[in-house]
T-cell receptor, first 114, second 112 residues
Framework: ETAVFQTPNYHVTQVGNEVSFNCKQT?????MYWYKQDSKKLLKIMFS???????VNETVPRRFSPQSSDKAHLNLRIKSVEPEDSAVYLCASSRMGGGANEQYFGPGTRLTVL | QQNVQQSPESLIVPEGARTSLNCTFSDSASQYFWWYRQHSGKAPKALM?????GEKEEGRFTIHLNKASLHFSLHIRDSQPSDSALYLCAVRITGNTRKLIFGLGTTLQVQP
């Protein structure tokens, strides 16, 4: 049963365009994450929010910017996409405690940059 | 910087076989160790976790942790075709960032 929802499922765009992805969780968790899964299936954390506060901000290009309106929603905006941004972007949530608590993943948004 | 490595990269086993997947990590102070499973085109889903040295069994799955050897493993008894998936190990790094570092994964194919 899905409890972490992501939109859109797929997005195809051209180099230089801006894209936005949305994530919502209905589990009542207070921590949410954005991961990037590349073509080699490597899952790498990009950002993490706890109660709307940014707690993890990995070394990602400045064109990536997360936004959290409340603890159930986390969005990701990419300004001026590049070909290397093509990947699956996965949203996840967990209870506070991070690694001690299971992270629940959404189905992902597959981005293709032409 | 935590380094998480998985072996083998891929594995093909017959139905009913016992399967072993391995994960090594570099930070001896790591605390939480996870296995996630991702079926093709689906979201990763937590399979099992272990937080202290030893073994933990849940159904056909057993996880084993040896912190001194910087190694943990997942064993699948009586492998089924439905077990065919990408298996990702993950380790939580020390500190208060609560980050999980994932390995590159092992692709398992169980042949009927």
């Amino acid at each position: 049963e899905t409890a972490v929802f992501q939109t859109p499922n797929y997005h195809v765009t051209q180099v230089g365009n801006e894209v936005s992805f949305n994530c919502k969780q209905t589990l009542g968790h207070d921590t949410m994450y954005w991961y990037k899964q590349d073509s080699k299936k490597l899952l790498k954390i990009m950002f993490s929010y706890n109660n709307k506060q940014l707690i993890v901000n990995e070394t990602v290009p400045r064109r990536f910017s997360p936004q959290s309106s409340d603890k159930a929603h986390l969005n990701l905006r990419i300004k001026s996409v590049e070909p290397e941004d093509s990947a699956v972007y996965l949203c996840a949530s967990s209870r506070m405690g991070g690694g001690a608590n299971e992270q629940y993943f959404g189905p992902g948004t597959r981005l293709t940059v032409l | 910087q935590q380094n998480v490595q998985q072996s083998p990269e891929s594995l093909i086993v017959p139905e009913g076989a016992r399967t072993s997947l391995n994960c090594t990590f570099s930070d001896s102070a790591s605390q939480y160790f996870w296995w996630y499973r991702q079926h093709s085109g689906k979201a990763p889903k937590a399979l099992m976790s272990i937080f202290s040295n030893g073994e933990k069994e849940e159904g056909r799955f057993t996880i084993h942790l040896n912190k001194a050897s910087l190694h943990f493993s997942l064993h699948i008894r009586d492998s089924q075709p439905s077990d065919s998936a990408l298996y990702l190990c993950a380790v939580r790094i020390t500190g208060n960032t609560r980050k999980l570092i994932f390995g590159l994964g092992t692709t398992l194919q169980v042949q009927p």
